[in-house]
């Protein structure tokens, strides 16, 4: 059941996932109960139950396969326990931040053409 913390339930819910993957409580492979039965069982909807399976999918820890369900990725438990260094996350910082500046630029630029192009229209 989610608690009343503040804490967004379907935080909750994927820190409560993530930690029974850690355990082994689901191990690789397994798969995790639907999503009617996390609704049942954490009493929330399914958008917050489709919510925290989001976020476990975004951290690699588990793969929905069509028509099948969402299982636990076999190499889960080594992306758990293997943070990124330092460096790999800076790394990273550094990647994105150069992306948003060149997409910056690109926005900058699609705006300059529009708002060109209205003027000539009026």
């Known amino acids: 059941m989610v608690e009343k913390t503040g804490r967004p339930g379907y935080l909750q819910i994927a820190d409560d996932l993530r930690t029974q993957i850690r355990t082994g409580s689901l191990a690789p492979g397994a798969a995790l109960p639907s999503t009617a039965q996390l609704c049942q069982r954490y009493d929330v909807s399914a958008s917050v139950v489709k919510a925290a399976i989001s976020v476990l999918r975004t951290e690699n ?9 969402v299982f636990v990725r076999e190499d889960a438990a ?7 260094s330092s460096d790999e996350v800076m790394e990273q910082l550094s ?7 060149v997409l910056g630029d690109r926005i900058a630029e699609l705006e300059k053409a ?9």
């Open 61 to 69: 820890l588990i793969v929905g396969q069509q028509g099948k369900g």
């Open 78 to 84: 080594a992306s758990l326990e293997e943070p990124a």
């Open 95 to 101: 990647q994105m931040r150069s992306t948003l500046a």
């Open 114 to 122: 529009v708002f060109q192009e209205q003027k000539r229209s009026h």
